[in-house]
C-alpha cells in the first residue's frame, strides 16, 4: 500500500486530465482521483473502492449543524495551534483506494495546499435521512482503522442526539441530546 504522501508526490507525474465516462467506471488510484477532483471542482464524489461515487446535497439542517461543529476552532488555535478544522471539501483516505469527505474533520500538520490526509485525529458525519446503517457502520470501521483518529462524532437530524466513539472504547459510545436552530 503507498502512503499518502508518496501518492500526492507522484502527482507531478499523473497527467492532469477529466475522466471520460468509460474511465469513470474503472477503478482509479488516489492520485488519479485527485487530479479527477482538481478538474472537476464542482463535482461532489467520493472515491469507494476505486470507483467515483456521487455524492448526495445536503439540507439546510445538515449544513446548519455541521457549520456549528466547526466552532471548536477558538479552542484549537488556544491549545492545539498546529490543529486546524476541515469542512466537507476537505478528504480523508481511509483505505488505499477510498477517500471520504466527512462533514467535518479536525487534522494537525496539515500543508495549507494540500487537499486530503490519512491522518485526522477527529472525523465527524452528520446522519441525513438517506443514511442506512450499514453505510453508517462501514464509515465508523473506515474511520477507526485509522491509527490516527482519536473520535469519531455521528450526529443525528432525526434524533436530535450525538454519539462519540472515542479510541478505545469505539463499541460504547456516548449519546447526548443536541440543540438544533
Known amino acids: 500500500m503507498t502512503t499518502l504522501s508518496q501518492n500526492i508526490s507522484m502527482l507531478g507525474t499523473t497527467s492532469n486530465r477529466e475522466l471520460s465516462e468509460a474511465q469513470k ?64 471539501d476537505f478528504g480523508i483516505q481511509t483505505k488505499e483506494n477510498q477517500v471520504r469527505y466527512p462533514d467535518f474533520s479536525i487534522a494537525c500538520n496539515i500543508d495549507g495546499d494540500a487537499i486530503l490526509t490519512s491522518s485526522p485525529i477527529i472525523v465527524g458525519e452528520v446522519l441525513s435521512t438517506g443514511n442506512t446503517k450499514k453505510e453508517i457502520s462501514m464509515k465508523i470501521d473506515e474511520y477507526k482503522n485509522l491509527h490516527s483518529v482519536q473520535e469519531i462524532v455521528i450526529i443525528s437530524q432525526k434524533t436530535k442526539e450525538f454519539t462519540i466513539h472515542r479510541r478505545g472504547i469505539f463499541l460504547v459510545g456516548i449519546k447526548k441530546p443536541i440543540l438544533m436552530a
Open 25 to 88: 467506471n474503472q477503478r482509479l488510484t488516489v492520485v488519479e482521483f485527485v487530479n479527477y477532483i482538481k478538474n472537476n471542482p464542482n463535482e461532489r464524489v467520493e472515491l469507494i473502492d476505486g470507483f467515483i461515487v456521487p455524492m448526495t446535497g445536503g439540507t439546510s439542517n445538515h449544513s446548519l449543524i455541521s457549520s456549528n461543529c466547526l466552532d471548536v476552532k477558538h479552542f484549537l488555535r488556544k491549545n492545539m495551534p498546529n490543529c486546524k478544522v476541515r469542512t466537507s
